[in-house]
């Protein structure tokens, strides 16, 4: 699974920022991207959004697997949670990696959801505030994707999120 997948990007917003840990941020996003790989059929495409409606920006992560298992949706942020716990699951990881990211996006005073439907993919969106010193219509000019992430003063808070729910004390 997840071979040869292409992902793209859709978006007109020429940054997106923001006041948080760049590297705990750039985890959910690689987490995200990594789980719709994994969980794409081989050839398969993910489409990743950003945009912007008023006070937040959405990241969200599209793919087109086999989508979340109905007995498995109300777990999918739970600690060591995974759809396929057998010997012989086809797709790894520890079942870590969803929870450590709604830690970091709360801690970042964001949200993280997703929609899935069985057979047609799932679809992982999360929001995060916009930087304050951002006007309520700017939304940047058409063209590059970048991002930007201001390293703020909770650092070390987020760092301790994440380890938290890694270890079970989130």
Do not use: W
Not at 2 to 26: C, F, I, Y
Not at 34 to 47: C, H, M, Q, T
Not at 118 to 141: A, I, K, M, N, Y
């Amino acid at each position: 699974r997840g071979q040869g997948v292409t992902m793209s990007l859709a978006t007109e917003l020429a940054t997106a920022p923001v006041v948080g840990d760049a590297s705990r941020l750039a985890q959910v996003v690689a987490n995200l991207l990594s789980n719709a790989a994994k969980f794409s059929p081989e050839g398969g495409k993910v489409l990743v959004r950003l945009a912007r409606q008023s006070d937040h920006y959405t990241v969200t992560v599209v793919d087109r697997g086999p989508g979340i298992p109905l007995d498995f949706q109300a777990r999918v942020f739970e600690r060591f949670a995974q759809a396929d716990s057998s010997d012989t699951r086809a797709a790894g990881g520890t079942g870590l990696g969803l929870s450590i990211c709604k830690a970091i996006v709360e801690r970042h005073d964001g949200s993280i959801g997703y929609t899935t439907t069985l057979g047609t993919g799932t679809e992982f969106r999360f929001t995060l505030p916009v930087h304050p010193t951002v006007g309520p219509h700017d939304t940047g000019s058409e063209g590059s994707a970048e991002s930007t992430v201001d390293h703020g003063p909770d650092r070390a808070d987020t760092e301790h999120a994440a380890a938290s729910a890694a270890e079970g004390d989130a």
